[in-house]
């Protein structure tokens, strides 16, 4: 399975070695073309940081709102990416795919007979019987990087190996002077000052500085140039340190790789940086512009409604005056005999008895 997915990227390898006929100028090839190919991939996930970026002032307002209330400081920032259209996880997801393309990498680098010249298991055991008849010895270096060491014993016994096996290359690892399938952790023990161990030991700290050019120019380019948070500080220095570390204990070939794939991804972040940024400028301009015209339309109604009703007030039949209610006498009154407020009833009649 290993095999089969290595095998897309070994032919690609193997296609920019054979027509440069330098592993080290293949392999910056071979970072630039996969560049090309995930670009797509890529530019949707730098639209989507550039909005995330767009909106740290308001996320950090509502943090500082919601201090104290993480459920609701998560609500409303749901909210907030459901109101513009962000979708978080959609700028992450790509972002990481780079680390995956070392895998199948790390396989052609380090098994170079089986996976980027291609060879079967047989073909290698074939190879293998007739270096060590040449004098190739196993057991002398490291019995993970078996293929590396009798990769470059067959470029230096070219002549006696070739034909051994059918689709055997000469690859030769040499890339301005600096053996690019030596470890620069080995060069530390053995340190000479000559270019090829100075230039071993250089690639992990170029490649550590020109992640941290990338990782700023990318916080630049999504809007996050502000001071940050303790731990995306952390985060900003760790993929420079883990370049560092991952550099030094891995073929000088996986440094290249590397190198090259940060040196495009930071010329790559720029552009399309300033790309989005004007584009998003620009949608955020035409919808601002269509709020107003939205409000301005709204108010020419209000006061057409207003000078209508102006208009119809004087056709309006005028209200007549109410005429004032009778005063009705209360029966407290039409009972009072002197201080006796309830001395007559209701039906009292002064004449009631009088002779007609």
């Not at 020109?210 to 700023?216: C, N, S």
């Not at 407290?332 to 007609?356: I, L, M, Q, T």
């Amino acid at each position: 399975m290993g095999k089969l997915i290595t095998l897309p990227f070994a032919a690609l390898l193997r296609w920019m070695y054979s027509i440069t006929g330098s592993y080290g100028v293949g392999i910056i090839l071979f970072s630039l073309i996969l560049k090309l190919v995930l670009l797509p991939f890529q530019m949707k996930s730098k639209r989507s940081m550039v909005r995330m970026g767009r909106l740290s002032g308001k996320q950090a307002e509502l943090q500082k709102q919601y201090a104290k209330n993480q459920q609701k400081y998560q609500e409303e920032l749901a909210k907030l990416y459901q109101e513009e259209g962000v979708n978080p996880m959609s700028g992450c997801l790509w972002s990481f795919l780079p680390l995956f393309l070392l895998l199948p990498l790390y396989q052609i680098v380090y098994r170079p007979i089986t996976h980027f010249m291609g060879l079967s298991d047989e073909a290698m055991g074939v190879v293998r019987e007739a270096a060590i008849g040449l004098g190739f010895d196993p057991s002398a270096g490291n019995a993970a990087y078996e293929q590396v060491a009798l990769t470059e014993f067959v470029s230096s016994h070219w002549d006696s190996m070739k034909g051994t096996a059918d689709g055997l290359i000469n690859v030769n690892f040499n890339f301005l002077g600096i053996d690019l399938s030596a470890i620069p952790s080995s060069a530390v023990s053995g340190f000479r000052w000559e270019w090829g161990i100075i230039g071993l030991l250089l690639i992990p700290f170029l490649a550590a500085g020109i992640q941290f050019l990338f990782t700023f120019v990318m916080n630049k380019s999504n809007g996050q140039a502000q001071a940050q948070q303790g731990s995306m500080k952390f985060l900003n220095l760790m993929m420079p340190l883990f370049s560092l570390w991952w550099c030094f204990t891995m073929p000088a070939a996986m440094g290249v790789y590397w190198f090259f794939n940060s040196f495009f991804s930071m010329i790559q972040e720029g552009l399309m940086g300033k790309f989005y940024t004007k584009k998003l400028d620009e949608e955020e301009a035409e919808r601002a512009a269509k709020r107003d015209a939205a409000r301005q339309l709204r108010m020419e109604e209000a006061k057409k409604k207003a000078a209508e009703q102006r208009e119809l007030e004087p056709k309006k039949p005028k209200k007549q005056p109410q005429k004032p209610a009778e005063k009705k006498v209360s029966t407290n009154e039409a009972g009072r005999v002197g201080e006796r407020p309830y001395a007559r009833g209701r039906s009292y009649r002064e004449d009631r008895y009088d002779d007609e």
